[in-house]
């Protein structure tokens, strides 16, 4: 059971250049996460999809767009990298958000824009 | 705005000890909260998850309480064991918005 799975695990971009994060999930839950994970600043969210065929801004999405495109997929744009966004990127899943939402993380893409 | 205080932000102790890791959290209308523990280089793993209606949870050596009134939660680990040793986050869920973490307590537990 693979869970949620990311690619790449690891990037190294050159600013102004630009890269998709992908994100599977396998477990059929509706909901679907992109978190970024910065030292001192915890985790953050970008994106999130409640559901196949919506989005919403989370607290820091500036700089990044997300395609939910299907149930099992989420994937995280970066259109034109920046040194800011040098993280590790998480995404993940739950069955439906908000209150009845066990959350399962993928094991993190680590990404450096130099 | 939800916020989610961890206090200490680290912690050692040595092993077999009894520790408490504390967790506040600023809007007491939360739906859930959830306990997760995250190893050096690795994503996060869910320990457990307290639903509003609920006071406590167990899961083996670990014991999770909620106080919504008092916006408080604590992870309970007893018999500590150099296993234990990373970091623990907590998280809260207000309506069907996302989860808002904690920056976390890292934990070292010493042989």
């Known amino acids: 059971n693979a869970g949620v799975t990311q690619t790449p695990k690891f990037q190294v971009l050159k600013t102004g250049q630009s890269m998709t994060l992908q994100c599977a999930q396998d477990?059929?839950?509706?909901?679907m996460y992109w978190y970024r994970q910065d030292p001192g600043m915890g985790l953050r969210l970008i994106y999130y999809?409640?559901?196949?065929?919506?989005?919403d801004k989370g607290e820091v999405p500036n700089g990044y767009n997300v395609s939910r495109l299907n149930k099992r997929e989420f994937s995280l744009r970066l259109e034109s990298a920046a040194p800011s966004q040098t993280s590790v990127y998480f995404c993940?899943?739950?069955?439906?958000?908000?209150?009845?939402?066990?959350?399962?993380f993928g094991e993190g893409s680590r990404l450096t824009v130099l | 705005k939800q916020e989610v205080t961890q206090i200490p932000a680290a912690l050692s102790v040595p092993e077999g000890e009894n520790l408490v890791l504390n967790c506040s959290f600023t809007?007491?209308?939360?739906?859930?909260l959830q306990w997760f523990r995250q190893d050096p280089g690795k994503g996060l793993t869910s320990l457990l998850l307290?639903?509003?209606?609920?006071r406590e949870q167990t899961s083996g050596r670990l014991n999770a309480s909620l106080d919504k009134s008092s916006g408080r939660s604590t992870l309970y680990i007893a018999a500590s064991q150099p296993g234990d040793s990373a970091t623990y986050l907590c998280?809260?869920?207000?309506?069907?918005?996302?989860?808002?973490f904690g920056k976390g307590t890292r934990l070292s537990v010493i042989a």
């Open positions: 809007d007491s209308a939360i739906y859930n």
């Open positions: 477990m059929n839950h509706n909901s």
């Open positions: 999809s409640a559901s196949e065929g919506t989005t």
């Open positions: 307290i639903q509003s209606s609920q």
């Open positions: 998280a809260v869920s207000a309506g069907n918005t996302p989860l808002v």
């Open positions: 993940a899943s739950s069955v439906f958000g908000g209150n009845t939402g066990e959350l399962f």
